[in-house]
């Protein structure tokens, strides 16, 4: 298959591991035939720089003309010069591509690696049965996209945001976290805040509604303050997780601490046609950047999802998390996972590693 793939590696980190997930990716391509066409775009702190802009039209066209978006990690202006202006422009990069491409199906997979139990802040005995859970998080309403707004109210200083949710933007996330469930343990969980907000009561009644169509889907509703509690004392009982906006950017990097280390985390955000954007849920993390240290594995693991649900690639997608899973129990690690062991090697040294055991295939 011949692929084209925008490749926005952004700053901090970014660039680095989206260098050694290029590699793996070729190697993908040689192995099975394909041939993966790069676009490089820039993006925030890098696009600024040059554009003006950390979302610029260039870069838009790009992404406009490949078939995936593969995005790396964005962390601001590389220039401090430019800092102060930053602050009030336009939207950060990432919601931007979000809102252009209407991407509204955010998913993140939650796993704790069985070689990797002890790099979880969570003791054995709370993880042992395995957390391996999908994160389905709605991502173009609620608070993120109504009015924001500061004002002055009989003298004092007030600000409000709004959040709007419309019933098909409900159904959209729920029909995509049903068939995941229906591909998994059938099992669902939605998160909301329904003895609260109104919001909140209209995706409960647009949820049961859809779990009509759904009849072999167990579906629960948990309030989004228990949630948070259960996804620590016995996270292995989630499997497919769905919520709105906000309330999904928390629990994901709530979730995403349990493995250890953010750099694990892959995730993608689709839109009703399928396309794609892929990026690693972790930052920029600019105090490592340059180092050849930084964890590699998530934004391998968000080409692997490209792989996956973008082309269709099902035993590619598979033979890269498998590698990924078998150097972690050869005890191939990135200095992040480390908690008691003393040896850790660099962001190259594992994906050699990884490279080696994807040829054994
Ligand atoms: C995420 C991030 C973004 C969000 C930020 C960078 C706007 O935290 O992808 O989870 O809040 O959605
Ligand atoms: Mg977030």
Known sequence: ????????????????????????????????????????????????????????????????DADAILFGSVGGPVNEQHLAKWKNC??????????????????????????LIT?????????????????????????????HEQFIADNRRSAKDECIYLEEQILSIAHAAFKAAMLRTKKICSVDKANVLATSKLWREVFNETAKTYPEVQLTHMLIDNCVMQMIINPCQFDVVVTENMFGDIISDLAAALPGSLGLIPSVSLNKEGRGLYEPSGGSAPDIAGKG??????????????????FGMNTEAAIIEKAVQTI????IVTKDLLRNQEKWVTSTVLINALIANINKH
Request: aromatic content about 10%; overall charge positive; hydrophobic content about 40%.
């Open 293 to 310: 240290i930084a964890n590699p594995c998530a934004q391998i693991l968000s080409a692997a999802m490209m792989l996956r649900y973008s």
């Open 1 to 64: 298959m011949n692929k084209k793939i925008a490749v926005l590696a952004g700053d901090g980190i970014g660039p680095e591991i989206m260098q050694g997930t290029l590699r793996v990716l070729n190697v993908i391509a040689q192995k099975f035939n394909h041939h993966f066409e790069y676009l490089e775009g820039k993006i925030g702190g890098q696009a600024y720089e040059i554009y003006r802009s950390h979302c610029p039209v260039e870069t838009l066209q790009i992404c406009h």
């Open 90 to 115: 336009e939207l950060n990069s990432i919601l931007k591509l979000r809102q252009h491409f209407n991407l509204n199906i955010n998913i993140r997979p939650i796993k704790v690696y069985p070689a």
């Open 328 to 331: 972690f129990a050869e005890g």
């Open 119 to 147: 790099s979880s802040p969570l003791k054995a005995e709370v993880i042992h049965q395995g957390v391996d859970y999908l994160i389905f998080r709605e991502l173009s309403g609620g608070l993120y996209f109504g009015q």
